[in-house]
């Protein structure tokens, strides 16, 4: 080939690599910004797993540290418990003198079903009170040589979980559910709750998430490790803001979408970590901070 032709053929080839590049340059922001969506997914349906309201993982701490009181779990119904219109709670308990364990099957029902949120859902716990001496007694309070004396330490399991969830934005069913915890402290007004290296919490759902005019499935995997999580035994007013602790974990999840395809990730894969404490929860999935709202699970940033 003569210098003559050489020359702007190599200007040609330049002059193609620099578009090429620049292509790349603008395809990256764009593929950074429709993958954040995934992230939000995950972020939307890990807060429904922790929110009170929901039949969430902040609901089970609750029941566990109440149970961790004279009277335990308690039956209850009103046109306006939760806030939420027709809510019961119904509480059953079997004992076990053999072994020291209580069986604990809480039903409840929050909201009505022709409205915008409604939850209906069953749990099955399990929870053994041992005294100072590592012995395990009936109840929480129990008659020692004629003085009261509280237990120091509790047992507690999460059997199963079964139940429906529908509220703006997100409709679920619980597939599965199982955590092993143990509550120490028990004697004082504020304990410690940690899961078990060998059992922490784990949830299987399947949420439907709809955000504009997109809709898919996320059938997902929820594992939450509880670390020194502290707080009142009785849930209160605004109970949440006086917990405090770390939760650490892994949410994975299968995407099939059914209207509207905002991302390319169908396989899900986050770390996450979560601080409680204060109005809000501090939840960083893979990198990306949200706050979450304990009651609701409504999420900002």
């Known amino acids: 080939m003569s210098n003559k032709?050489?020359?702007?053929?190599?200007?040609?080839?330049?002059?193609?690599?620099?578009?090429l590049s620049g292509c790349?340059?603008?395809?990256?922001?764009?593929?950074?910004?429709?993958?954040?969506?995934a992230?939000?997914?995950?972020?939307?349906?890990i807060a429904a797993s922790l929110a009170i309201n929901d039949g969430g993982a902040l609901e089970q701490l609750s029941d566990m540290m109440a149970?961790?009181?004279?009277d335990g779990l308690q039956n209850e119904v009103s046109t306006s418990l939760f806030g939420f219109?027709?809510?019961?709670?119904?509480?059953?308990?079997i004992y076990d003198s053999l072994s020291g364990w209580w069986t604990v099957t809480v039903t409840r029902t929050k909201g009505d079903p022709s409205g915008l949120y409604y939850a209906n859902y069953v749990r099955?716990?399990?929870?053994?009170?041992?005294n100072k001496d590592g012995v395990f007694q009936k109840h929480y309070i129990v008659d020692l040589n004629g003085v009261p004396d509280t237990a120091y330490t509790v047992n507690h399991e999460i059997v199963s979980g079964t139940g429906e969830l529908v509220r703006p934005g997100v409709s679920r069913k619980l597939l599965n559910l199982s955590a092993g915890w143990t509550t120490t402290n028990a004697n004082t007004p504020l304990v410690t709750v940690n899961t078990l290296a060998a059992s922490p919490l784990t949830r299987a759902v399947s949420d439907t998430i709809t955000r504009g005019d997109a809709v898919r499935t996320l059938n997902n995997n929820l594992t939450l490790n509880f670390v020194n999580v502290r707080g009142p035994?009785?849930?209160?007013l605004n109970w949440h803001r006086a917990i405090s602790g770390t939760i650490t974990g892994t949410y994975t999840a299968t995407v099939t979408f059914l209207k509207g395809e905002v991302?390319?990730?169908?396989?899900?894969?986050?770390?996450?970590?979560?601080?409680?404490?204060?109005?809000?929860?501090?939840l960083d999935v893979g990198g990306t901070k949200f706050l979450v709202d304990p009651e609701t699970g409504a999420l900002s940033q």
């Open 85 to 93: 219109r027709n809510a019961s709670v119904n509480v059953e308990k």
């Open 5 to 19: 032709f050489r020359l702007p053929l190599l200007i040609a080839i330049i002059a193609f690599a620099v578009v």
């Open 67 to 70: 149970s961790t009181t004279k």
């Open 263 to 282: 991302y390319r990730e169908k396989l899900i894969n986050r770390t996450i970590s979560i601080t409680l404490g204060g109005d809000k929860i501090s």
């Open 233 to 236: 035994r009785l849930r209160t």
């Open 24 to 37: 790349k340059k603008m395809e990256s922001p764009n593929e950074a910004q429709v993958e954040t969506a």
């Open 124 to 130: 099955v716990y399990k929870h053994r009170f041992i």
């Open 39 to 45: 992230t939000q997914d995950a972020a939307a349906s």
